[in-house]
């Protein structure tokens, strides 16, 4: 089962108030208003119950992709002058300052997690990938838990709920894989959440779930030993379990390659 990372939350910061674009002046400012609504969702779906977080993933997945098309086209343009073929100039009227809350840095018990000052777009930018990949993983364990729930799913909702959660998992790990490019300008500056160690591990842990997946996914003893922890399945009064052949040897060496996935993340 994924491990459900907890979404970091973030200051305010008028980046109009950092950066100035005569060819498009009305960017900075959108720039703004797209990352405040990302703040008030992170810090609505923090003070929610957990129970009620997992339905609120959407809204702030909703706020993660109206602000990252701003903020990527904002890193595109002070570094190369264009975003995608279109040319746009955007200076800096002082050094951007932003503030994310680490949440895997170590932290004293019972303190809430310190938040991190961070210069420049491309810190940024790269906080907003890493909640959006967190946000995946989330919503892959959510698909997963459609498998454990009292009621035992059809066997079409539960094929549709292994392809949403495996492909979750893989847009997570490509997006921690993504990340790896964004601090080549200022290595230095990046925070431990965000350093390359950091997301190769995370982005391994992603593609060993993702195969361990594969194995749920065909693997009919899964299937019956959840039944058989259902204290409500009464199935096993009329019929015993159907297991047909399995493969084995695939199923095996799928789990060994989800192991060496593990240790990769762990030896990062």
Same mark, same amino acid.
């Given at each position: 089962?994924?491990?459900?990372?907890?979404?970091?939350?973030?200051?305010?910061?008028?980046l109009?108030?950092f950066?100035?674009?005569?060819?498009?002046?009305?960017?900075?400012?959108?720039?703004?208003?797209?990352?405040?609504?990302?703040?008030?969702?992170?810090?609505?779906?923090?003070?929610?119950?957990?129970?009620?977080?997992?339905a609120?993933?959407g809204?702030?997945? $909703?706020? #993660? +992709?109206?602000?990252?098309?701003?903020?990527?086209?904002? =890193?595109? !343009?002070? *570094? @190369?002058?264009?975003?995608?073929?279109?040319?746009?100039?955007?200076?800096?009227?002082?050094?951007?300052?932003?503030?994310?809350?680490?949440?895997?840095?170590?932290?004293l018990?019972?303190?809430e997690?310190?938040?991190?000052?961070?210069?420049?777009?491309?810190?940024?930018?790269?906080?907003?990938?890493?909640t959006?990949?967190?946000?995946?993983?989330?919503q892959?364990?959510?698909?997963?838990?459609?498998l454990?729930?009292?009621?035992?799913?059809?066997?079409?909702?539960?094929?549709?709920?292994?392809?949403?959660?495996?492909?979750?998992?893989?847009?997570?790990?490509?997006?921690?894989?993504?990340?790896?490019?964004?601090?080549?300008?200022?290595?230095?500056?990046?925070?431990? $959440?965000? #350093? +390359?160690?950091?997301?190769v591990?995370?982005?391994?842990? =992603?593609? !060993?779930? *993702? @195969?361990?997946?594969?194995?749920?996914?065909?693997?009919?003893?899964?299937?019956?030993?959840?039944?058989?922890?259902?204290k409500?399945?009464?199935?096993?009064?009329?019929?015993?379990?159907?297991?047909?052949?399995?493969?084995?040897?695939?199923?095996?060496?799928?789990?060994?390659?989800?192991?060496d996935?593990?240790?990769r993340?762990?030896?990062?």
């Open positions: 089962m994924p491990y459900p990372f907890t979404l970091p939350t973030t200051s305010s910061t008028p109009d108030a950066i100035n674009s005569p060819s498009h002046p009305s960017l900075p400012l959108t720039a703004t208003t797209q990352r405040s609504i990302l703040r008030d969702a992170l810090k609505k779906h923090k003070r929610l119950p957990t129970s009620q977080q997992a609120h993933l809204v702030v997945q $909703d706020a #993660v +992709n109206g602000y990252l098309p701003y903020a990527l086209g904002v =890193a595109s !343009a002070t *570094a @190369t002058g264009r975003i995608q073929d279109e040319p746009v100039t955007v200076t800096n009227t002082k050094q951007l300052q932003t503030e994310w809350r680490l949440t895997l840095s170590a932290t018990p019972g303190r997690p310190p938040r991190s000052p961070l210069t420049g777009i491309h810190n940024d930018v790269a906080f907003v990938l890493q959006l990949a967190y946000i995946q993983v989330q892959a364990r959510s698909q997963l838990q459609i454990y729930s009292p009621d035992l799913p059809s066997p079409d909702r539960r094929t549709a709920a292994i392809g949403s959660a495996m492909k979750y998992l893989l847009e997570a790990n490509s997006i921690h894989n993504y990340i790896l490019n964004l601090h080549t300008q200022d290595p230095a500056s990046a925070p431990l $959440d965000t #350093v +390359n160690s950091t997301q591990a995370l982005a391994a842990l =992603a593609l !060993a779930e *993702a @195969t361990l997946i594969t194995v749920l996914k065909d693997d009919p003893y899964t299937t019956a030993v959840i039944q058989a922890r259902n409500d399945d009464k199935e096993w009064m009329i019929s015993a379990p159907s297991i047909p052949k399995v493969r084995a040897h695939l199923f095996a060496r799928l789990c060994i390659c989800a192991s996935h593990a240790q993340a762990a030896a990062s």
